[in-house]
C-alpha cells in the first residue's frame, strides 16, 4: 500500500497545526477527511473516530497517532495528515505526546484492507529516522515528497 497514494496529494497534509488537545486533533483531521468525502460530513467523521478512541487511545507511540474509523456509505480508503507545532497529549500507549497524526477512514466493509493500512502505517512510523524527517518537513509539499520517496522505496 503506498501512503502517498492513501493522501491522493499534499491538500490532504496540515503541517505544523496548532491543535491544543486531543479532541481538537480530532476534529481537525476530520475536516482535512471530509474535503475528500463529498457526502460525509465533517461531524459523522469527528463522532466516527471519537467512538473509536473510546475503544482504546489509537495512539501509537513515539509520537504517533492514526485516528481511524470504518465509515458506512464511504467506497474506498480516505487519509489524511497533520504535524503538530507542539506534541499534545493523547493517552498514547507510551504515554508520550503526539505530534504526527495520520486520519485513516475505510469503507465498512473493508476489514481487510483496513488492517492492512494500518499495519503499514504502524511499520512505517516505528522507523525514528521517517519520523524525524517528517516532523523537520517544513511544510506540507515537502511532507508529501518524504511519503512519496518512502513509497519508492
Known sequence: MLIA??????????????????KRIIENISNILA???????????F?????RERLGSTGLGRGVAIP???????NHTVAAMMTLAAPV??????????????????????????LRHLSRLVTLF?????????????????IFEILLAIDDD
Open 47 to 51: 463522532h466516527a473516530l471519537l467512538e
Open 126 to 142: 516505528r522507523e525514528t529516522k521517517t519520523c524525524n524527517t517528517i516532523r523537520n518537513a517544513s511544510n506540507a509539499e515537502k
Open 89 to 114: 497529549n493523547y493517552d498514547a500507549a507510551d504515554n508520550k505526546p503526539v505530534d504526527i497524526i495520520v486520519g485513516l477512514l475505510v469503507p465498512e466493509d473493508g476489514a481487510e484492507h483496513h
Open 68 to 74: 481511524h474509523a470504518r465509515i458506512p456509505g464511504l
Open 35 to 45: 474535503k475528500s468525502t463529498p457526502n460525509i460530513s465533517a461531524e459523522t467523521i
Open 5 to 22: 497514494a492513501l493522501l491522493v496529494n499534499a491538500d490532504n497534509i496540515d503541517c505544523k497545526n496548532t491543535a491544543p488537545s486531543k
